[in-house]
């Protein structure tokens, strides 16, 4: 019986592994870590949406119908890619990093075929976990701007989360680093490209026609990106960086000296371990820069893992809005008694009621605050010796290299801080009454700075201007105002919250550079593109 | 009609049962060739993991295969058996929303899997080799092992891309009930209905992430076969 039972063993085993297949396999992840490297091949379509599901997904949002008026309706299907690809941080460290593939598909002309490339850059992100390429997670609405302006109208997209987000093992973000984040563009870019014909939309390819985009910090990273290809001799066939901080220094003069920005208190984080990681100069220890009420874990809280991240106040690991103390420091300029007066009313809590920003800009000071005296002192002199162009009436970025670290630093990063200026058609766009960046410190500074480029070269975009619209943006320049004065109408309605004349406006400022301005400059972008 | 059916039913059971003339020389090996239906009964939760919509569940196709089993005699009224059924494909198909974004999946075939099902049974047969009709029962394990576990092109455009499925083998309770009617010394044919209960988990593997759905089968199989006893 023994015997037999070994034979029926036999004769089952032999029937399995005759029988047993190899299961369907994945994709393959790249052995190669170099930059640009797509890590796993093809890549992950996270949703795929037809042009009229996808316009029946962003009709159900809140804010969907009006997006929709302004990009207009989708004529294509998008397919939504994750892509992984390798790069590297500031200080040159091997880092996976993630990003979108977004492909246009459907029967229309545009939607398939050779297709333009948009290369996007998006805004600041305070929470470490955002994915541009998720379109499933409601909070990605710049992820559904771009996609419902540009791969819904038959652009292909592609648009890193950049190092320190996402599934990036970089235990910080390289924010406002010039060359660490263009570099991280191209390499999203390479890899974009390389996955594209992998993708279920093989036949969407690309055209070669290049475009680069990016809004906020994103507009910083759009022309960086643009200098960089361009001075290696990589064609690019036009650029629209978006209300970016593109002149750092300027921006950063006008903020330590009392013009606090909507949002200082989480961009200042950001910056600071940014340049730590890259310089190793803002700080010995945290308390060098930072108060001690907010010192502790301060190098490693942004972006931050707390969601949303609103409630690093609540926890008391951020001020709301105190970045600065209202207890003015005194700031001695040996020998020079009128200067020190000078420099030390320059740092006052502003009071200035002819300014209809000075409420907003005395709400930066408090009690407890962020930043130590210390730290506007040592920034304020070094500016006062070595001025920024924008204090003397020019654009120019300071004569010489700055001495105060942070200063040194954003110097550094500056986009004047160079010989390039544009090759490609430029279109430079924003809102004139941004309060987190402010237009006329960057973007009228880089117009100036480039203003004796030929005709056309770079045009200037304000969406907002003080005069009636005009020009060729003039319908852009009348939705906008139209906009903003419906949201001020609807804010003061029960549905709207009810509020004030007095808090609309407020809120109106609060939403103006994050949520009003980027899709009119988007589809702005998207105009001037289309020239090409 | 009721009271002749009562009375009836014993006479011809007796008649079925009558005893046989070689009840003394018992062969103590069988071998059985059938026909196996096979009720999956799936219960699985939603699928879960990143970039999935709420609501996306599986069913599975019933299915019919060959069966196949060696029975050993013990002892006039014990029995083991050692069963399987020719490997069927088992289709997944999915069952939720009809489309996730643009992708069809309610009813959709997206994945396929082999299944390599042995059971271990101890049978009780009742009365004794003179009947020709017996009934058993019996109870033991069922080990399922799933291989060729291929996703559909439908599975792919659901899950995103080329998808790798793992669905660990199982093993669980199982019985069973039948009857058996011996039509000469070597030849008999059989009827029974089993049941077991398989636990796994399914997981897609698409593109570096993960997306998992513990399920759970209640197998119930109902089987007809021919048996040579040697």
Request: with cysteine.
């Amino acid at each position: 019986m023994y015997r037999f039972f070994c034979h029926i063993g036999v004769a089952l085993a032999a029937a399995v592994l005759a029988a047993c297949g190899s299961d369907s396999p994945t994709g393959t992840e790249s052995a190669s870590t170099a930059r640009g490297t797509l890590a796993i091949s093809p890549p992950l379509r996270i949703a795929s949406v037809d042009a009229a599901t996808f316009q029946a997904q962003i009709s159900a949002t809140a804010s969907g119908p009006q997006l929709l008026e302004i990009t207009g309706a989708p004529t294509c299907g998008v397919d939504f890619y994750y892509i992984k690809f390798w790069t590297v941080g500031a200080a040159a460290e091997v880092t996976e990093s993630s990003g979108a593939l977004m492909v246009p598909t459907g029967a229309a002309p545009a939607c398939s075929g050779p297709r333009p490339i948009v290369l996007y850059a998006h805004g600041t992100q305070f929470e470490k976990a955002f994915n541009i390429a998720n379109i499933t997670d409601p909070t990605n609405t710049e992820g559904a701007l771009i996609a419902a302006t540009f791969a819904a109208q038959g652009y292909i997209v592609v648009a890193p989360n950049y190092a320190g987000y996402d599934s990036s093992t970089l235990g910080y973000h390289p924010f406002l680093n010039a060359t660490q984040e263009s570099g991280e563009m191209i390499d999203a870019l390479a890899a974009g490209r390389t996955a594209l014909p992998t993708t279920f939309a093989a036949s969407t390819t690309d055209s070669g026609v290049l475009f680069i985009s990016g809004y906020s910090e994103g507009g910083f990273v759009a022309m960086a990106t643009q200098r960089a290809m361009e001075t290696t001799g990589a064609k690019v066939t036009a650029a629209a960086p978006m209300s970016g901080p593109y002149a750092l220094e300027a921006l950063f003069d006008a903020i330590v000296t009392g013009n606090v920005n909507v949002g200082s208190t989480l961009f200042t984080p950001l910056v600071t371990t940014s340049y730590q990681q890259a310089y190793g100069n803002i700080y010995s220890v945290p308390t060098d820069f930072y108060s001690a009420t907010y010192a502790t874990g301060i190098a490693t809280l942004m972006p931050t893992t707390v969601t949303p991240y609103k409630d690093l106040f609540l926890q008391g690991k951020l001020p709301e809005t105190a970045v600065f103390d209202s207890t003015t420091p005194v700031v001695t300029v040996p020998g020079n008694p009128v200067l020190s007066g000078e420099l030390t009313a320059l740092l006052a809590v502003p009071s200035n009621p002819a300014n209809p920003l000075t409420p907003l800009f005395a709400a930066g000071f408090g009690n407890p605050y962020l930043i130590n005296n210390s730290v506007r002192v040592g920034y304020t002199l070094d500016a006062a010796s070595d001025p920024d162009g924008t204090a003397t009436g020019s654009a120019s970025i300071a004569a010489k290299a700055p001495t105060y670290p942070l200063r040194l630093d954003l110097y550094k990063n500056d986009l004047r801080n160079t010989s390039w200026a544009p090759n490609s058609p430029t279109l430079l766009c924003g809102g004139e009454n941004d309060p987190t960046v402010f237009f006329s410190v960057d973007t009228l500074t880089m117009a100036a700075f480039w203003s004796l480029l030929p005709l056309g070269a770079v045009t200037v975009l304000d969406v907002d201007p003080a005069t009636a619209p005009s020009g060729p943006f003039a319908a852009i320049q009348a939705g906008f105002q139209t906009s903003q004065a419906e949201e001020y109408a609807y804010l003061q309605t029960v549905a709207g919250g009810g509020l004030s004349p007095a808090e609309a406006k407020e809120q109106l400022v609060e939403e103006y550079h994050g949520t009003s301005v980027p899709p009119f400059c988007s589809i702005a972008a998207r105009a001037f593109f289309s020239q090409f | 009609m009721t009271k002749f059916a009562v009375r009836a039913l014993p006479v011809a059971l007796l008649t079925l049962t009558a005893s046989l003339a070689w009840a003394d020389d018992v062969p103590s090996n069988t071998v059985r060739v059938g026909e196996y239906w096979l009720f999956y009964h799936v219960y699985a939760d939603n699928i879960k993991g990143p970039y999935v919509p709420d609501g996306l569940n599986l069913s599975v196709k019933d299915v019919q295969t060959p069966y196949l089993a060696y029975l050993r005699r013990l002892a006039t009224n014990f029995t083991l058996e050692l069963s399987f059924g020719v490997p069927p494909l088992t289709k997944t198909y999915g069952k939720g929303p009809a489309t996730v974004g643009s992708v069809p999946y309610n009813g959709e075939e997206i994945s396929t899997a082999r299944w390599l099902a042995p059971s271990v049974l101890m049978q009780y047969v009742f009365l004794d080799d003179s009947y020709k009709l017996r009934p058993y029962i019996g109870a033991g394990f069922n080990y399922v092992l799933f291989y060729d576990r291929d996703s559909t092109a439908a599975g792919n455009a659901a899950a995103g891309g080329p998808t790798r499925i793992s669905l660990p083998s199982s093993l669980g309770p199982a019985v069973t009930a039948g009857l058996n009617y011996q039509i000469t010394r070597n030849w008999s044919v059989s009827a029974s209905y089993s049941a077991s209960r398989v636990e796994t988990q399914l997981t897609a593997h698409t593109e570096g992430v993960a997306r998992t759905s513990n399920i759970t089968f209640g197998p119930q199989t109902f089987v007809v076969a021919a048996g040579f006893s040697f």
